[in-house]
Structure formats: structure tokens, C-alpha cells
């Protein structure tokens, strides 16, 4: 039994002879809050959605954690959201869990603004991927960025220089064909994106 679990149990034994005490109610509703977390991330939608509920339930109306339009869908996401940020964004793993998290989070709901979280969050992790020369699963993580994102600058951008490193690898390989598609792709992404990256006489290569 984990310590949050743990709390949680004293915490309801305490209410359990005086539902009346306030800041025990409180204490036990940002256990269940925590715990609804928790176990939203382990793909438990039902036992999620029931803590958040019960630790609704416990919570004054007219009090600071008091939210009346936030349903647990919301509260689940919203709080999921936030234990994704802040990011380091020079770190893989961050970047990484945090885009995790956010995915289960949009699955209770979506949030205003969310989309172009993750897109910028995936413009710096493939970015860090392309200085390791990962390109191929770069490349990949653009099907990860939601349709309803509205600001692509940053990713596109970052796509385009993946594809740019790849050409530049499958060029000095001897495959130009495949060299001239992820060209293509390049100016796809990315329309202003600088040829002279190839170097003297690899443009004329690939065009």
C-alpha cells in the first residue's frame, strides 16, 4: 500500500467520526485528486473518473478549490496537463513523458491551447533527435501532432530540418532518388528553408 493510499484510508476514518471537519475534508480531497492522477496514467478511466468525483464531493462550494464548471473529465485533464509542465526541454525523457501524459490527458478532454503545446513540444524533441541523427523516427513524430493544432511554425520547421538531414545522409550514401524525395518533403515543411545546407553541388543533385 502506497503512502497516498495509506492517507487516504485514515483520512476517511477520521471523516468517518466527523464528516464536518474541513480541513480534513480538504486534505482528503487532494488525496483523491492526486491518486485520480495517478491512476488516469495507468488507463483506469472508470476508478479514475470516481475519485475525481468522490474528491468533488467532499469540496465547499464558494472555496478556493471550489471549480462549478469543471466536470471530473475536465479536472482529470486539466490536471494531468499540469503535472506535465514545466518541461526541460533539452531533455529527451521530458520531452517525452510530457507528450505521454498530455495524449491520456485529451482523452478525458481537450483543452484550450493544448494542441499547440504539443506541437511545440514536438518541434524540440525531434529537434533533439536530428542532432543525434535520428531522422527516420523525427520524421514519424509529425503523426503525433493533433489536427486541431493551430500553430505549426516551430514543428514544421523542425520536420523540414529532419527531412534536410536525412537527404544530406542519403546523398553522401549514393541514393539520390530517395535524397530528391525527402527534399521534396523539405520544402513541404518548411518553403524557405536554405538549399546552400547541402553544401556546393549537392543541390544541383538533387533537383
Keep these: 500500500m502506497s503512502v497516498l493510499t495509506r492517507a487516504m484510508t485514515e483520512l476517511r476514518r477520521i471523516l468517518g467520526r466527523d464528516a464536518s471537519l474541513r480541513p480534513v475534508r480538504k486534505a482528503l480531497a487532494t488525496a483523491l485528486y492526486e491518486h485520480s492522477l495517478d491512476v488516469a496514467l495507468t488507463g483506469a478511466r472508470a476508478e479514475a473518473m470516481g475519485l475525481m468525483r468522490e474528491a468533488r464531493g467532499l469540496l465547499e462550494p464558494g472555496s478556493d478549490d471550489w471549480a462549478p464548471g469543471r466536470g471530473p473529465k475536465e479536472a482529470v485533464a486539466n490536471g494531468l496537463c499540469e503535472r506535465a509542465f514545466p518541461v526541460d526541454v533539452s531533455d529527451e525523457d521530458e520531452l517525452r513523458n510530457a507528450l505521454?501524459?498530455?495524449?491520456?490527458?485529451?482523452?478525458?478532454?481537450?483543452?484550450?491551447?493544448?494542441?499547440?503545446?504539443?506541437?511545440?513540444?514536438?518541434?524540440?524533441?525531434?529537434?533533439?533527435?536530428c542532432r543525434n541523427e535520428d531522422y527516420d523516427e523525427a520524421i514519424q513524430l509529425v503523426r503525433?501532432?493533433?489536427?486541431?493544432?493551430?500553430?505549426?511554425?516551430?514543428?514544421?520547421?523542425?520536420?523540414?530540418?529532419?527531412?534536410?538531414?536525412?537527404?544530406?545522409?542519403?546523398?553522401?550514401?549514393?541514393?539520390?532518388?530517395?535524397?530528391?524525395?525527402?527534399?521534396?518533403?523539405?520544402?513541404?515543411?518548411?518553403?524557405?528553408?536554405?538549399?546552400?545546407?547541402?553544401g556546393p553541388g549537392d543541390a544541383d543533385q538533387l533537383w
Excluded at 505549426?152 to 532518388?177: K, N, P
Design 100 to 129: 505521454d501524459v498530455i495524449a491520456v490527458a485529451r482523452t478525458y478532454e481537450v483543452l484550450p491551447g493544448i494542441a499547440d503545446e504539443q506541437a511545440w513540444l514536438l518541434s524540440h524533441l525531434i529537434g533533439l533527435l
Design 144 to 198: 503525433r501532432c493533433p489536427r486541431d493544432a493551430e500553430d505549426r511554425s516551430g514543428l514544421d520547421r523542425a520536420v523540414a530540418e529532419a527531412y534536410a538531414g536525412r537527404a544530406r545522409r542519403r546523398l553522401s550514401e549514393g541514393d539520390t532518388a530517395a535524397a530528391h524525395s525527402d527534399v521534396r518533403a523539405v520544402r513541404k515543411y518548411d518553403p524557405t528553408h536554405p538549399l546552400a545546407l547541402f
